[in-house]
Nanobody, 124 residues
Framework: QVQLVESGGGLVQAGGSLRLSCAASGRTFSTYAMAWFRQAPGKEREFVASISASAASTYYADSVKGRFTISRDNAKNTMYLQMNSLKPEDTAVYYC?????????????????WGQGTQVTVSS
């Protein structure tokens, strides 16, 4: 069983930055593929970014490419999402997710473990 806890959300003005963290329990974090998803009010949950177990590969949604950076520190069992140049349309609850099988995907169904989410609100 893996527990994921997100933190770092908040209210920021457009153009600002936030750094989200996802702390994971367990001793096998370094073998998990990880991802960030987000869900805005009235919309479906959508893929934001993913990172392979070794951090060698990263993938981004087109809407955040060039503005967001996903990373991980396997020694600290923690994944990050650095969000720069934030826009009002980035407003959502952000969730981290883990796939123990070790491969990344944009599909929600691939990820077995989810955090509770952290709210990000970008004002215009």
């Amino acid at each position: 069983q893996v527990q994921l806890v997100e933190s770092g959300g908040g209210l920021v003005q457009a153009g600002g930055s936030l750094r989200l963290s996802c702390a994971a329990s367990g001793r096998t974090f370094s073998t998990y593929a990880m991802a960030w998803f987000r869900q805005a009010p009235g919309k479906e949950r959508e893929f934001v970014a993913s990172i392979s177990a070794s951090a060698a590969s990263t993938y981004y949604a087109d809407s955040v490419k060039g503005r967001f950076t996903i990373s991980r520190d396997n020694a600290k069992n923690t994944m990050y999402l650095q969000m720069n140049s934030l826009k009002p349309e980035d407003t959502a609850v952000y969730y981290c997710a883990a796939n123990p099988e070790g491969w990344t995907s944009r599909l929600i169904s691939v990820y077995d473990y989810w955090g509770q989410g952290t709210q990000v609100t970008v004002s215009s």
